[in-house]
């Protein structure tokens, strides 16, 4: 009889670790499920922040294009302008030229003194 109450006894002692080793292992659980709730949760968050990022960049890359078309037509438009400005610089010079021609043939013709014919 003391042999079955010792095994009684063994086996008590070896159910009772065994259900301390089970709450041991449901309380690990219970905290892996918090960490991966957790996670999840910073997850999403970095999700978040990364597409208000990406949101961002693609306001930055329209604000870019917006600059570079605006630069680009007044580049253009100050192109038309130095073009005018090199023709009217050139005429000026033709004209400058030809009245300085004209100048000269007047001098000239002061000079054999003639009437000009």
Same mark, same amino acid.
């Given at each position: 009889?003391?042999?079955?109450l010792? *095994? /009684? @006894? $063994? #086996?008590? &002692? !070896?159910?009772? +670790? %065994? =259900?301390? *080793? /089970? @709450? $041991? #292992?449901? &309380? !690990?659980?219970? +905290? %892996? =499920?918090? *960490? /991966?709730? $957790?996670m999840? &949760?910073d997850?999403? +968050?970095?999700?978040?922040?990364?597409q208000?990022?990406? &949101?961002?960049?693609?306001?930055?890359?329209?604000?870019?294009?917006?600059?570079?078309?605006?630069?680009?037509?007044?580049?253009?438009?100050?192109?038309?302008?130095i073009?005018?400005?090199?023709?009217?610089?050139?005429a000026?010079?033709?004209?400058?030229?030809?009245?300085?021609?004209?100048?000269?043939?007047?001098?000239?013709?002061?000079?054999?003194?003639?009437?000009?014919?």
């Amino acid at each position: 009889m003391e042999f079955i109450l010792e *095994q /009684q @006894a $063994q #086996m008590q &002692a !070896q159910q009772a +670790q %065994m =259900q301390a *080793q /089970q @709450a $041991q #292992m449901q &309380a !690990q659980q219970v +905290q %892996m =499920q918090a *960490q /991966q709730v $957790q996670m999840q &949760a910073d997850m999403g +968050q970095a999700a978040r922040v990364h597409q208000e990022e990406i &949101a961002d960049l693609r306001k930055l890359f329209a604000q870019g294009a917006k600059i570079l078309v605006s630069n680009r037509e007044k580049i253009q438009e100050t192109d038309r302008r130095i073009s005018a400005l090199v023709d009217a610089q050139l005429a000026s010079e033709r004209e400058l030229k030809e009245l300085r021609d004209i100048v000269r043939a007047f001098i000239e013709s002061l000079r054999k003194g003639g009437n000009g014919n």
